[in-house]
């Protein structure tokens, strides 16, 4: 099969796996992200998946509740067009200096061991944005393995 068929059929595969959540197996997911202590105000994080060419998928979830803030998400906001059903029901208060969150999200089956990452976006307010502050491959074998981060994220972990 050629690469580009290759490529829609993976991105048919995973909009029939998103819009038929009824018919595919899916599980629950638990993120556990350690923040770096810093000074300033609580991070605002966005936690999406992304395929095996880095372009945006799914929004998993969204830390912090002024959605005024989520343009500085940068790679998420571009990716979800900062569509409100993009993040309506999946966002949480935003987590502060040296602090961890731990949520649980379900996560459809077809997307593990298929090529796709967690990648997780970090802002906080008068300071510096880091997008894809965390870049996980989405993989049983991930699953319970530290990834460190290269801006507030310290370490980040899934667990299925």
Known sequence: MKPVLKTLAASLFLAGAMAAPGLVQARPVTLTTQLQSYGGNGAYLAFYVTDASGQYKKTLWVSGKKSKYYKHLRDWARGSGLRASEFDGVSGAS??????????????????????????????????????????????????????????????????
């Not at 961890?100 to 298929?114: F, G, H, N």
Request: aromatic share 6%; net charge negative.
């Open 95 to 160: 987590v502060g200096s040296g602090k961890s969150l731990k949520v649980t999200v379900e996560l459809a089956d077809a997307l593990i061991d298929a090529g796709y990452e967690i990648r997780v976006d970090s802002a906080v307010e008068d300071q510096r944005e880091n997008p894809a502050d965390v870049r996980a491959p989405l993989t049983k074998q991930g699953a319970g393995k530290p990834a460190p981060g290269r801006g507030y994220v310290k370490s980040f972990t899934y667990d299925m």
